[in-house]
C-alpha cells in the first residue's frame, strides 16, 4: 500500500532527477504550457520531501515570462523519463532577476543556454507549488497476472494516485 507521503516522495524524487516540466499559465493564456527545466533547491529538501519554489531559468524575451503578473496561477505538467510518475501540479506564479538567486541556482546545464552569469536576458520563473494530482505507474507484471487470475487490478491502483498538498 502506498501513503501519500511516499507519492510526494516519488514525486520530487522524481522531479529533481528529471527536471522538465510543462509551464503554463491556468487561466486567462493562450491555452498551452512550454517544456522548461525545473531547479530544485538543495536547502528546500528535509529527507525525500521537498518544501519550497520550483524555479525555471529563461529570457526576459520569453513570451510566457512576459505575460505572468506575479500571483498568476499556474499548472505545470511532469511525467519522469521511465513513465512511472505523472503529476499535474498547482500553484502560482511569479518572475524574478534577483541576482543572488541566479547564482545560487547557476550550474553548467544553465550555463550552456547564457552567455554568462551576467547575461542581462537571464530571468527566472518562480511556481510555487500548492498541490497536485500525482499518479504512480500500477501497471506491474503482477497487476497482469492478477488479471490472468480473474482478480481485479483497480484493487492495486487506488493507492497509487493522491491529490496532495505541496
Not at 14 to 24: E, I, R, V, Y
Amino acid at each position: 500500500m502506498t501513503n501519500e507521503t511516499e507519492i510526494k516522495e516519488k514525486f520530487w524524487k522524481a522531479l529533481k532527477s528529471d527536471m522538465t516540466m510543462f509551464l503554463g499559465k491556468a487561466e486567462g493564456e493562450d491555452g498551452h504550457a512550454r517544456p522548461m527545466t525545473a531547479q530544485l533547491e538543495d536547502e528546500g529538501f528535509h529527507g525525500n520531501l521537498y518544501s519550497g519554489p520550483i524555479w525555471f531559468f529563461t529570457s526576459v524575451d520569453n513570451g510566457l515570462y512576459q505575460k505572468i503578473s506575479d500571483g498568476d496561477r499556474a499548472m505545470a505538467h511532469f511525467t519522469s523519463k521511465g513513465h512511472d510518475v505523472w503529476a499535474t501540479v498547482h500553484g502560482s506564479l511569479s518572475t524574478s532577476q534577483d541576482r543572488a538567486t541566479i547564482d545560487r541556482l547557476w550550474n553548467r546545464f544553465v550555463a550552456a543556454w547564457y552567455e554568462g552569469k551576467d547575461d542581462p536576458k537571464i530571468a527566472l520563473i518562480r511556481l510555487e507549488p500548492e498541490n497536485a494530482e500525482i499518479w504512480i505507474d500500477a501497471s506491474s507484471i503482477v497487476a497482469g497476472v492478477k488479471m490472468l487470475l480473474g482478480i481485479d487490478p483497480k484493487e492495486d491502483y487506488k493507492d497509487k494516485v493522491a491529490e496532495v498538498s505541496l
